[in-house]
């Protein structure tokens, strides 16, 4: 019969206890070739039968399945992310290039202000930059929004970055727009030594869109993009 399982089998015929004892005698890594045979087994749980290797058994199988179900979780969660980054790079990918078709500086602050928000899938792109009422003529254009001295610092503090969740849009930040902000990643944009400091915020009516601790590799690659292609509309040194 050691072969019999091997082969197409005969639907007369009977398969006892004994031939698929015989078979697993015969085939003793059959579980872990065929990990998913254990979730077809209910083993025994009789304590009074005297047999202490029955209680190993159960409590075997019982561990192979439940590591089973552990490795099919971590395998989906890791495919998820995969394609959830992939998916992210690429909406970066189309942003980037969608800020280099920029014909000139008024479209390109139209593109941060607007356009990202469709292809990022957040609700509020918005780039403020700090005045000191006297450089207002330069960055009187729709879309940028204006504070005072001293400002982004106060937010910021020394940090390049802050992701946020679960928290009310500030309305300098975010203007009429704010109560729809529940989660957001600001990033500070340095363009040059010659111009006042300034932020770009993403805006997120989910609350968990952006949350501490995620990865900020793509929006800061997409932030120093930015950066370098307003010195050159500008026409700033570093």
Not at 140 to 145: D, E
Not at 226 to 231: K, N, V
């Amino acid at each position: 019969m050691s072969d019999s399982m091997s082969k197409e089998i005969d639907t007369d015929t009977i398969i006892s206890k004994e031939d698929v004892l015989a078979y697993l005698a015969a085939n003793p890594n059959f579980l872990q070739t065929t990990p998913e045979a254990a979730d077809l087994l209910v083993p025994s749980k009789d304590k009074s039968n005297g047999r202490k290797v029955a209680d190993f058994q159960y409590y075997l199988v019982e561990k192979a399945r439940a590591d089973k179900a552990t490795v099919e979780k971590q395998t989906a969660d890791i495919i998820e992310n995969a394609r959830s980054n992939m998916h992210n790079l690429t909406r970066i990918h189309t942003a980037v290039l969608k800020l280099l078709e920029a014909e000139c500086f008024q479209e390109f602050i139209h593109v941060i202000t607007m356009d990202l928000n469709a292809i990022l899938n957040i609700d509020l792109t918005c780039l403020v930059v700090e005045s000191n009422g006297h450089n207002m003529s330069a960055l009187n254009l729709n879309g940028i929004r204006i504070v005072p001295e001293g400002t982004i610092n106060t937010w910021m503090g020394d940090k390049e970055h802050i992701l946020e969740s679960d928290i009310h849009g500030i309305e300098q930040i975010y203007g009429g727009g704010a109560g729809l902000v529940r989660s957001q990643a600001i990033l500070r944009i340095d363009v040059s030594q010659n111009t006042p400091p300034a932020i770009l915020a993403f805006g997120s009516r989910n609350p968990e869109t952006f949350q501490q601790g995620q990865g900020t590799e793509l929006i800061s690659f997409m932030t120093r993009v930015i950066e370098r292609s307003m010195r050159a509309w500008l026409h700033l040194p570093l």
